[in-house]
């Protein structure tokens, strides 16, 4: 009983634990899903592609901007957004690049 007790706790502790967030992979992401409206590289000549989209390095520099906040932004749909559907994994690499972007 201890053994299939203690399996099934190491199995749904096992997805939170697999999840690692990589600023590579989230450059990748943004390049690929988000360079179309947004400047999203640390350029701070950069220009957005659509002049209502943020720049993806002053997103990262705002005070408000921090993990949970993009994480939660980037799991809702808005109005002005076309609906990208994002895995968890790519959400936590795409997050931890923005982040990086501002130094945090």
Request: with cysteine.
């Amino acid at each position: 009983m201890r053994i299939a007790l203690s399996l099934g706790l190491v199995f749904i502790a096992a997805p939170a634990m697999a999840a690692s967030a990589d600023p590579t992979t989230g450059a990748q992401i943004a390049k690929a899903e988000c360079a179309s409206c947004h400047a999203v590289g640390s350029d701070a000549e950069a220009k957005s592609p659509d002049p209502k989209a943020p720049r993806f390095v002053d997103v990262a520099k705002m005070p408000s901007t921090t993990e949970l906040s993009l994480k939660v932004f980037l799991r809702s749909s808005h109005k002005n957004m076309p609906n990208i559907i994002l895995a968890r994994e790519e959400i936590d690499s795409l997050a931890s690049y923005i982040l990086a972007l501002g130094g945090k």
